[in-house]
């Protein structure tokens, strides 16, 4: 049996190209990390373990720190006022001054989301690994790269090593082929995906978006994709680079330049899933079809068309799902049967890790510009960074949104975990761009509907969660 | 981390079962940034009366925790593990442990040696007698002795050969350094490097 000509997936490919050393006796492989993201919250800790066993990071040359989760996205010049935000974002700038760590921090064009900054630096790569105290690290899968969240202990791990002990995963091909119609986004299909295979439908798995509407796609579009296999328990997500990922790259100021380029885009091509090679698990999914996707529960799974209805628990055979679903619509205070764009909401919240990129500022603000914003209802655009804010600020985004009575703030993670003052009321309902609709997740008592930035603007205008599609009947 | 292999220090009866972790510290105490300090959140709720075990100023000093069944149950939180060592805590006894509350021990260099039943009342009984007597702890051996009583405990050799080292999970890849070193040397050019910064 010849294993020299196995045909690998692109996963596989990644893994045996980062094996420093292989476990024995059933200890995990030891893989080496390229690129490790670091934030405030996961990682206080990590280094205070560093400080008291006298070690250093080893590579702070592949290590980059944002502040995102606690910042505020107002009145950023002033100090925090949390004292608790306050005390997570100091450590943050201590632990890198010490360790001599690029540190990009609130003010800094360079700010925001970790998971926007890296893709936006261009250090975040095809064939790389990266790493991250924060479960959304999967985005970084949209280039090609295999990209895991990892806890706290990793993060010490990874800093003082650049390696990490891993288990091996499984392989899971989601095939989505066909042409999205227009208002249908790639946050539609993710969260179609997710509700077909169920939160806990990728345990085990590295996730491998495939097919004609992947393809299609751009690079923000296959973040917002990749970005949520968490949401479905995966370990990662990927997206095969190919012209669309060289595109993007080429020239932002970390990317590979002259030799250095052709050397790694002769690389990156060879990286695409073999043909012949086998998938431990297929998922097909039909875009032609596909509508405009809305969760009405409280796990990501909970989602339907946004022309279906909210479903009768009665109607869920598996009894786990079903009381699961009795209790979400008692937390979301719905009642089955009733039409999902007949759900009023009072805030509608685009950003987050998910769509908070320039195109999804760029899409939404289409759709509201020159329209009125719905009476009562409250919208907060946050961009992804500073920069996504800067650059939406010079094409007068900034201004549409304003105009339309929008909120607009500074970056950050924001209202995605209300780690900042930006949070829901008891009760209040969202529209929001984000990637949890958990119990309590956006504040204490607040229901969450996960949401495409389209349906988030067109939702903003109506005051009810509605498509770019139900606009055109009121022009 | 340090190598463990014999030491003695003041022992203290804990006479309860089931220690979950959120006795040992409740969850207002994980919002720090630090993984020290937390002494004082160790057993905070009972601290709160005066008659608790670690109140009497003769165990204040404790080292080793003789404790009932099923210490460590509950939430998974590494603090657990944190506040008993913050205290001065080397090591805990027990008829049975919860399996997370013992993986985390592991990691952090601090004991968790199985004992009978039996053993642990013995052991109450003599530090009863004789409060703030040492019990000495050899992990060679796998022994605790407090007096003329000795006890065999259990520890998983996996665990105790990497106590001895003194390896925790990061000591323990810091043996393939050379691997990790030549792995570096091959890296391709083109791979990111977050320095010297650029786009700033």
Partial sequence: MSTKSKPLTLAEKLWASHLVAQGKDGAPDLLYIDLHLVHEVTSPQAFDGLRLAGRKVRRP???????????????????????????????????AAEFGIRLHSLGDKNQGIVHV??????????????????????????????????????????????????????????????????????KDIILAVIAKISTGGGQGYVLEYRGSAIRALSMEGRMTI?????????????????????????????????????????????????????????????????????????????????????????????????????????????????????????????????????????AAAAIVKGQKKAEGVRMMVVPGSQ???????????????????????????????????????????????SNRNFEGRQGKGARTHLVSPLVAAATAIRGTLSSPADLEVLV | MEKVEKFSGVAVPLKRSNVDTDQIIPAVYLKRITKTGFEDALFASWKQDPEFVLNQPIFANGEVLIAGPDFGTGSSREHAVWALKDWGFKAVFSAKFADIFRGNSGKQGFITGVITEDETKAFWDLIDANPGVAATVDL??????????????????????RLMEGLDDIGLTLRDEPAITSFEANRESWRPKTLPAKGV
């Fill in chain 1, 61 to 95: 040359d592949l290590t980059i720190a944002t502040e995102d989760h606690n910042t505020p996205t107002i009145d950023i010049d002033k100090p925090i006022a949390d004292l608790t935000s306050r005390t997570q974002i100091e450590a943050l700038r201590k632990n």
């Fill in chain 1, 117 to 186: 900054v890296g893709p936006q630096l261009g250090l975040t790569m095809p064939g790389i690994t990266v790493v991250c105290g924060d479960s959304h690290t999967s985005t970084h899968g949209a280039f090609g790269a295999l990209a895991m969240g990892i806890g706290t202990s990793e993060v010490e791990h990874v800093l003082a090593t650049q390696t990490l002990p891993l288990k091996s995963f499984k392989t899971m091909a989601i095939n989505v082929e066909g042409t999205l119609r227009p208002g249908v986004t790639a």
């Fill in chain 1, 226 to 362: 990749c970005n949520m296999s968490i949401e479905a328990g995966a370990r990662a997500g990927m997206v095969a680079p190919d012209e669309t990922t060289f595109a993007y790259l080429k020239d932002r100021p970390h990317a590979p330049q002259g030799a250095d380029w052709d050397k790694a885009l002769e690389y990156w091509k060879s990286l695409p899933t073999d043909e012949g090679a086998v998938f431990d698990a297929e998922v097909f999914l039909d875009a032609d079809k596909l509508d405009p996707f809305v969760t009405w529960g409280t796990n990501p799974g909970q989602g339907v068309s946004l022309l279906d209805s909210v479903p009768d628990p009665a109607d869920i055979k598996d009894p786990n799902e079903r009381a699961a679903a009795e209790r979400a619509l008692e937390y979301m205070d719905l009642k089955a049967g009733t039409p999902m764009k007949e759900i009023a909401v009072q805030t509608v919240f685009l950003g987050s890790c998910t769509n908070s990129r320039i195109e999804d500022l760029r």
């Fill in chain 1, 387 to 433: 920069k996504v804010r800067l650059q939406a600020e010079e094409e007068g985004i900034d201004k549409i949104f304003k105009e339309f009575g929008a909120e607009w703030r500074f970056a950050g993670c924001s209202m995605c975990l209300g780690m900042n003052p930006d949070q829901l009321a008891v009760g209040e309902r969202a529209a929001s761009t």
């Fill in chain 2, 140 to 161: 060679p051996n796998q022994t605790v002795s407090i007096g003329e009583l000795t006890a065999s405990f259990e520890i998983d050799p996996y665990t105790k050969w």
